[in-house]
């Protein structure tokens, strides 16, 4: 399955810039989520979305802030990136658009490096 | 509190070795625990789920509610096994519903 496309796959950011993370789904998902992958290799959940103009904060606190103001666009800002961030950022929808309990579909995330 | 805890971060065993990777959890309801692996320059995905009690790639995992356990089984280890591979935990239901994961555990698959 590659209908959940994340870009830029990898981004290496100088300190105090702005940056967005994009994801998007053709499959009309209402629910969408980001987790971060820390350099251990753990995954959090940051933000999660019910549908358009539903957002929620995750498990871990994160300076991240998401929007979804379309159904198919998840997209995850900072405002001013810190070498703090740098970590792997995945999106994910579950896979079954009507059971919203279905196992998660991952993107193949964004690398992200502040330096 | 941990909710799910993968107490191992690597496993390495030979090619042919049986494999186990822990997974036990903590939730008061009926817990629904999922298996998922990324393997080298790929994407998380799904492996197995309990509820569906099947084996994939000729891995198992039996839910045991006595010991909440969730452990991830394979009689004969193949290289390509070598990938991560997380234990997760569903949380809440229906649309209120999230997922939960483990640490995550390495298991490296020698010739």
């Known amino acids: 399955e590659a209908d959940i496309y994340q870009t830029p796959r990898y981004l290496v950011i100088g300190t105090g810039k702005k940056i967005t993370l994009e994801c998007s789904q053709t499959m009309g998902h209402d629910k969408m989520y980001w987790y971060q992958q820390d350099p251990g290799m753990e995954l959090h959940l940051i933000h999660y979305s019910y549908g358009v103009n539903s957002t929620e904060k995750g498990d871990l606190s994160s300076e991240s802030t998401v929007s979804r103001i379309r159904t198919e666009h998840f997209p995850l800002t900072l405002e001013s990136a810190r070498p703090s961030h740098t970590s792997q950022y995945l999106c994910?929808?579950?896979?079954?658009?009507?059971?919203?309990?279905?196992?998660?579909?991952f993107g193949n995330g964004t690398r992200l490096t502040v330096t | 509190a941990q909710r799910v805890t993968q107490p191992e971060k690597l496993l390495s065993v030979f090619k042919g070795a049986p494999v186990e990777l822990k997974c036990n959890y903590s939730y008061s309801g009926s817990p629904e625990l999922f298996w998922y692996v990324q393997y080298s320059r790929q994407r998380l995905q799904l492996l197995l789920r309990h509820i569906s009690r099947e084996s994939i790639k000729g891995f198992t995992a039996d839910l045991n509610k006595g010991e909440t356990s969730f452990h991830l089984k394979k009689p004969f280890a193949q290289e390509e096994d070598s990938a991560m591979y997380y234990c997760?935990?569903?949380?809440?239901?229906?649309?209120?519903?999230?997922?939960?994961f483990g640490k995550g555990i390495t298991l490296s698959v020698r010739p």
């Open positions: 994910a929808r579950n896979r079954d658009r009507l059971i919203q309990n279905s196992p998660l579909h």
């Open positions: 997760a935990l569903k949380e809440g239901t229906g649309a209120n519903s999230k997922l939960t």
